[in-house]
């Protein structure tokens, strides 16, 4: 079996097995597992920038925030169906990106990491700004009656399931394609060694402005679809926390691989849920753990099996 | 013979089977009645949203113990139906997307009756949709006027403290009377401060007075010194609303700018809960006002209601734990948790609540609550529900900070508080 085929097999049989599951799967695993998928689309967005280009962010609750607002802003004042409001959210993502990309590309290394941060605050803050609109911190709720798509209520737990699964599946495949592509190649040629990229001739303030405006497209597809499924649209998303969010669970994972960020997102979920129920101290038991992988896996889990394993990982 | 004996060995072996049939159904005769004892004495599970971490941490704290000091006196005063009450915990973070996963494992995986306790207002609005997509009654204790607002579902209710809203127009007439009719706002820059900002400048504009300024303090201040020079010259009450860990340097920065000549002061405890006020730097509060939920400081009219509940849940006359006096509770609050689950208990009482299968009937049940009397399960005073908002109304409580205690001035009717309706929902499906 050539490793083309090896990865399309793993691929698909993972989100095979992620369509069986929601027929076994306990109600609450099942509204988790929809969460969860979601949540790893976020930081599918997040390793196209970070594991494949080599730009740490620090701002991509921008982007995920970008996508939600966009979309819950539509519905809620614009009485935009979920599809026209999914395109708005996509729009305020590909907008917002793009001008970060252009501002923040101009600097690299701690002062991009920097960058990205203040503009992801300057977006928190321009929430609660428009509270008006927003409803600052507080948020608001979509109602049911606004989360029906083509006639499919997305407040259902098997037609949310199936969404989550939907966007999952896009935003793996559309990776995979990507990062095998000759553009995914130049990507991860600029992540390896810039200068060498630029010295063979490619325009690498392009190909990093792409990279930037794709990952924040389908982190902001992410949070689209995350308020329209759950119904509600908060300034919570577009604090800094959910910037670092999606570095963990990409760390966790493994940076540079299409499924780590699932993985990342699966284990950290579930490392929180659990120990939440034994300890207040939860998120100690959630850095203890990093600091564990970073010192025993410091590739990420799915880095690991490539480098011990599955050299063909993609 | 050998027929009979064949009979008689055939019914020996039957009857040897009928016995071993009987005993063991016999033996297994426990186990059913175990089970059929067990559906009746199933406890009542109901689901506690705590902020046990994260910013309410220190409101969570103080409506855990509130929460299990009411729970213990249900339980020995019967349970609900017979049955006891168990309280299942679990830590939100503050969270509203942690908080909404909470409530899908309280209903999926605790198998809890209800959903319960949650204060923050970020955290219900992020809650409440999965609540009612569940079809868990979900009982909040935020004070927050989303639920009256219409924004929220059927599902939701807050039957044991009043909304802001409500509170806010119950000050004004207080204000205006007795501390000025030209009033400076100052609150933080997000929806907390904003509603206090709407609702009062309609309030106070309500009873002949007018908000001269209106001072947002973004959330991420840390030093509030060039703000104060934007108080008009005019104003002759401070309205102020500040919450989290900069109240202190808020109100220290304030006693430095205006020295000894200070315009009227009316905050909301809101800003000191948990916290004593007898802090260093908080002396400049001596000689002003402040509206309380509930009086933190045991007034020489206690009433009877107010010592039982105090004693019960382990709080001194000054509002402080009983086992340690620098342990402050959010007193001006949390008593919404008490009476909160009484409303549950009479809630399940009046629809004959078995399980599940009868969460619509106890919501409305709950809807069908009108009049709730100052009693030990009404501590804070006598309350009017309002089925079709599902929202709660009560007295609100005005005091002034004298000799480092908080003395009650003034008592608002539960009238002053009620607003028009701005959504029924019981009109709405389940």
């Known amino acids: 079996m050539s490793d083309g085929s090896k990865t399309l097999a793993l691929h698909g049989g993972l989100l095979v097995l992620l369509f069986a599951l929601q027929f076994v799967l306990p109600a609450y695993h099942h509204g988790n597992l929809a969460r969860i998928m979601v949540l790893a689309s976020f930081a599918v967005g997040y390793n196209v920038m970070f594991g494949y280009t080599g730009l740490l962010s620090l701002g991509h609750a921008l982007f995920f925030a970008a996508g939600m607002y966009g979309m819950g802003l539509a519905v809620q004042h614009g009485g935009a169906a979920p599809v026209p409001g999914l395109l708005a959210g996509i729009a305020a993502a590909v907008a917002v990106s793009a001008a970060l990309g252009l501002l923040a590309l101009r600097t690299s290394g701690v002062a991009f990491m920097i960058v990205t941060l203040m503009f992801a605050q300057a977006g928190y803050l321009t929430v609660l700004y428009f509270g008006a609109y927003t409803r600052g911190d507080e948020g608001f709720v979509l109602q049911q009656a606004q989360r029906v798509l083509w006639g499919i209520d997305l407040t259902q737990p098997d037609t949310r399931y199936f969404a989550a699964l939907t966007l999952f599946a896009v935003c793996v495949l559309t990776t995979l394609a990507l990062v095998r592509a000759p553009f995914g190649r130049v990507l991860i040629a600029i992540r390896e060694n810039e200068e060498r990229a630029r010295m063979l001739g490619y325009d690498v303030f392009r190909y990093k402005l792409a990279a930037v405006v794709i990952s924040g497209t389908i982190s902001g597809l992410a949070g689209a679809v995350y308020g329209l499924l759950f119904g509600y649209v908060g300034a919570t998303f577009a604090s800094v926390q959910y910037s670092i969010f999606p570095l963990l669970w990409v760390l966790l994972g493994g940076a540079g691989t299409v499924l780590g960020p699932f993985i990342g997102t699966l284990f950290m979920f579930y490392l929180i849920d659990l120990s939440s129920a034994v300890t207040s101290a939860y998120m100690l038991v959630a850095g203890v753990a990093l600091v564990l992988l970073t010192l025993f896996a410091p590739q990420g889990l799915v880095g690991e099996i490539r480098d011990r394993i599955w050299r063909w990982l993609p | ?430």
């Open chain 2, 1 to 430: 013979m050998t027929t009979r004996t064949t009979k008689q060995t055939g019914t020996t072996r039957r009857g040897a089977l009928k016995t071993l049939a009987a005993g063991a159904a016999a033996t297994s005769l426990p186990l059913w009645a175990r089970y059929a004892e067990a559906q009746t004495s199933e406890p009542i599970r109901v689901g506690f949203q705590m902020h046990r971490t994260g910013i309410g941490a220190a409101y969570g704290r103080w409506y855990g113990r509130t929460t299990e000091a009411a729970a213990r006196l249900i339980n020995e005063a019967g349970g609900i139906n017979g049955r006891p009450l168990e309280i299942v915990v679990e830590d939100d973070g503050t969270d509203p997307k942690r908080g909404a996963e909470v409530v899908e494992k309280f209903a999926t995986q605790h198998n809890c009756d209800v959903g319960y306790g949650t204060l923050f207002s970020h955290v219900v609005a992020g809650s409440a949709p999965r609540a009612g997509e569940l079809k868990l009654p979900y009982f909040v204790v935020s004070e927050g006027h989303h639920v009256a607002s219409g924004a929220l579902n059927r599902y939701t209710v807050q039957p044991g403290i009043t909304d802001v809203k409500s509170q806010v127009q119950a000050m004004a007439p207080f204000v205006a009377a007795n501390l000025g009719k030209k009033v400076t706002m100052i609150f933080p820059d997000y929806a907390f401060g904003h509603d206090h900002r709407d609702f009062f400048s309609a309030a106070i504009e309500a009873q002949g007075g007018e908000v001269v300024a209106k001072l947002a303090i973004p959330p991420t201040e840390t030093s509030f010194t060039k703000y104060f020079p934007k108080i008009p010259r005019e104003t002759e009450v401070i309205y102020h609303v500040m919450v989290g860990p900069a109240v202190l340097t808020f109100v220290k920065e304030m006693g430095e700018f205006f020295g000894p000549s200070r315009p009227e002061i009316f905050g909301f405890i809101d800003s000191l809960e948990a916290v004593d006020i007898s802090s260093p730097g908080l002396e400049f509060l001596e000689g002003t006002y402040f509206w309380e939920g509930m009086p933190r400081y045991a007034q020489a009219d206690q009433s009877p209601y107010d010592k039982f509940y105090r004693e019960q849940v382990g709080v001194d006359d000054k509002g402080a734990s009983l086992s340690d006096a620098k342990d402050v509770s959010t007193f001006a609050h949390m008593f919404g948790c008490w009476e909160t689950l009484y409303v549950i208990k009479a809630g399940m009482e009046a629809a004959g609540y078995k399980g599940p299968q009868d969460r619509q009937a106890l919501i409305e049940a709950v809807e069908a609550m009108t009049e709730m009397p100052h009693s030990n399960e009404h501590p804070q005073g006598a309350k009017v529900f309002n089925g079709k908002t599902h929202q709660v109304f009560g007295p609100q409580y005005i005091s002034k900070l004298e000799g480092g205690m908080l003395k009650v001035q003034h008592t608002t009717s539960i009238e002053e508080g009620f607003y028009p309706d701005e959504v029924d929902y019981t009109k709405m499906s389940f």
